[in-house]
């Protein structure tokens, strides 16, 4: 007879309860309905396809968009007992045709293939031969051409509702719009699912955004104070910054790998796996990399250039802290970083709809990192969420002081509105802002421009400072990036209202150093209970032998046990098998495999 749902949650994967959503959603595709579900990372989103997967007939197939993690998943799945496999190009012809044929006999409960296999003939005739239980579409934003992560791949898996109109499908992602949803429904054929939005708080994440000035050292200075031996990420916008990044790194003692389309594919893969399977690696990549990444115990996300969109910054950051433990999320970003996305959108190749909407993605991430109020609040009202300040993000632990910038503002666009009416020039950031501070440099005498009645008007802010008043002048629209420019500022319509005076400006001021003592803020989340120094000794011995373990089986650590259900036999000390079943995360099969060891282990600690 078949289990039901909670049955395989608490002997399969060993917890004693669904959170939020789960379990609706898990019964509506046990009872065979369609589901769209939107469920931050670390959520529990897996759960909500392999779970109906076991429980009725057939094998769960697995839309999964990076073919470099599918190991990773089915391997985690094998320790638990499940028969999983994969089908991707990484494998010889003997190995794939094994595969084939457990999945036409019935004895896969799960199979994973990439959106470009699946659409296949071959594949599609293979699945055609077989029974399958349900199909769970991950990372379905994929699908969004308006999406930041946009695989053209994904939009033929309309075609599974056509050919398997009886089959239960999911779609799964951490982000979503309201926009992106109704698109993710129109093109999978997903119109009449269910939709399950849970909350997209990660409260465990520290948000912080600080103003660059030389970023690399203030990388350096946040791994080194804050996060030393934690494993992490650095998102760059380009792969040279990729490489001198990682090279820095190195040079200065962190463990870092690079991580770019331009590197070959067996070196992405191996430094892929090095990330996943070792101790402390910091990754520096571009965002090609990390969409599914399952590592629980990345304790920092850091972007040391300006995200696109509030939606790949959201998704970015996610991957950080997905045990539930305390986690950073580090911004530094700069004028630059501004005027080169917005050339970088007035450059590119799509049409005036989409040049539009990748310019309000940019407003609105300008706007999050601006904000004088809670970070949280401004990041999560931007997905229709509405929450109280949230006590654990830069603005609420340190608030920042707000000014009234109107007069400064007024400085700038008249320099601006001066060198465009009177002389019929238009000039970037660095020039307008020697032309405040009445700085006489060769490109202002060769222009005359110390002859203007702005020329030195400004000197009262300090060159940063005035990047600081730029920046903030293109969140508020006041200003635009030149689309036919390089990089060169003009006025908008909004800035006359502020010209004329009818407008008071205030402006967020930036503190000139922020302590990470600040930041520390792990009493905020809902990290694992305070060890004593006896569980903390217990806790590193069971660390250590879970590395061992993980090396004799070929797989990442966390794979054998997370760091939270460690940390609970470090507390409880159990003694005997019976003990080990109400801790969370030890299953059935993980009993059966590494009950005796965990505890023989415990044991040995006892009589050191």
């Known amino acids: 007879m078949a289990q039901s749902a909670l049955e395989v949650l608490q002997e399969v994967f060993g917890y004693d309860s669904f959170r939020g959503s789960q379990h609706e959603i898990i019964e509506t595709l046990i009872q065979g309905g369609d589901a769209l579900v939107l469920m931050p990372t670390g ?14 007939p057939g094998t769960g197939v697995v839309v999964s ?39 036409l006999t019935g004895q896969l409960d799960l199979l994973y293939v990439a959106p470009e296999r699946l659409l296949t003939d071959r594949c599609l005739d293979l699945l055609a ?10 990372e379905a934003h994929c699908v969004s051409q308006w999406g930041h992560d946009f695989r053209p791949e994904y939009l033929g898996l309309d075609l599974l509702a056509q050919r398997w109109p009886g089959v239960p499908r999911v779609a799964l992602t951490a982000t979503a719009t309201q926009l992106t949803r109704v698109e993710i429904a129109q093109r999978l054929k997903l119109e009449e699912a269910r939709h399950f939005v849970a909350s997209f708080d990660r409260p465990n994440i520290c948000y912080r955004i600080i103003e660059k000035n030389e970023v690399r050292k203030q990388l350096l200075s946040f791994i080194q104070e804050e996060h030393s031996g934690d494993a992490g990420i650095v998102y760059c916008l380009s792969r040279s910054r990729v490489e001198d990044t990682a090279e820095f790194l190195c040079k200065n003692g962190i463990h ?17 796996a090095r990330f996943l399977r070792e101790e402390g690696v910091v990754m520096v990549a571009t965002i090609a990399f990390g969409m599914g990444v399952n590592k629980p115990d990345v304790r920092f996300v850091a972007h040391i250039d300006l995200p696109k969109s509030v939606e790949g910054y959201y998704q970015e950051t996610g991957r950080a802290g997905r045990d539930g433990e305390a986690a950073t999320a580090w911004l530094a970003y700069g004028l630059q970083d501004v005027v080169q996305l917005y050339r970088m959108i007035n450059q590119s190749q ?23 109020s809670c970070r949280r609040q401004r990041l999560l009202a931007y997905f229709d969420q509405q929450i109280e300040p949230c006590g654990n993000c830069d603005t609420c632990l340190e608030a920042p002081e707000a000014w009234d910038g109107t007069v400064a503002a007024q400085k700038m666009l008249s320099t601006i509105y001066r060198l465009w009416r009177e002389r019929g020039q238009r000039f970037g950031a660095g ?16 222009h ?8 030195g008007v400004g000197k009262e802010l300090t060159d940063q400072a005035w990047r600081g008043v730029l920046r903030q002048l293109l969140a508020h629209s006041l200003v635009t990036v030149d689309p036919e420019g390089y990089g060169t500022l ?119």
Not at 43 to 54: D, E, F, V
Not at 72 to 87: C, F, K, M, R, S
Not at 256 to 272: E, F, K, S, T, V
Request: glycine share 6%; net charge neutral.
């Open 129 to 138: 031969r077989g029974q399958i239980s349900l199909f769970a579409i991950d």
């Open 490 to 608: 003009l006025l908008t319509d909004a800035s006359r209202e502020v010209l004329k005076g009818e407008r008071t400006l205030m402006l967020r001021r930036e503190t000139v150093t922020r302590g990470p003592a600040a930041h520390r803020v792990k009493g905020q989340a809902p990290a694992g209970p305070a060890l004593e120094p006896d569980q903390q000794r217990r806790f590193e011995a069971l660390r250590a032998w879970r590395a061992a373990t993980a090396r004799e089986h070929g797989v990442p650590a966390y794979v054998i046990f997370h760091d939270a259900t460690l940390r609970e036999v470090a507390i409880r000390c159990p003694s005997s098998e019976a003990d080990l079943e109400p801790i969370t995360g030890i299953g059935v099969r993980k009993r059966e495999a590494y009950g005796e060891a965990l505890l023989r282990c415990v044991q040995e600690f006892q009589t050191q």
């Open 431 to 446: 020039h307008l802002i020697d032309i405040l501070l009445g700085k006489l440099t060769d490109r202002v005498k060769e």
């Open 448 to 455: 005359e421009h110390d002859k203007l009645t702005v020329f």
């Open 65 to 103: 968009p990076l073919i470099a993690l599918m190991q990773d998943q089915v391997d985690a799945l094998n320790e638990l007992g499940v028969n999983a496999a994969y089908l991707n190009s990484t494998q010889d012809w003997q190995t794939a045709r094994e595969v084939e044929r457990e999945f």
């Open 350 to 372: 799509g049409d005036a709809a989409h040049r539009r909407q990748q310019g309000q993605a940019l407003d609105a991430m300008l706007g999050l990192c601006e904000t004088i």
């Open 256 to 272: 870092a790998l690079p991580y770019h389309a331009g590197l070959d594919a067996q070196q992405r893969a191996i430094n892929q």
């Open 43 to 56: 959520g529990g989103k897996s759960l909500c396809y392999q779970i109906p997967a076991l429980v009725r």
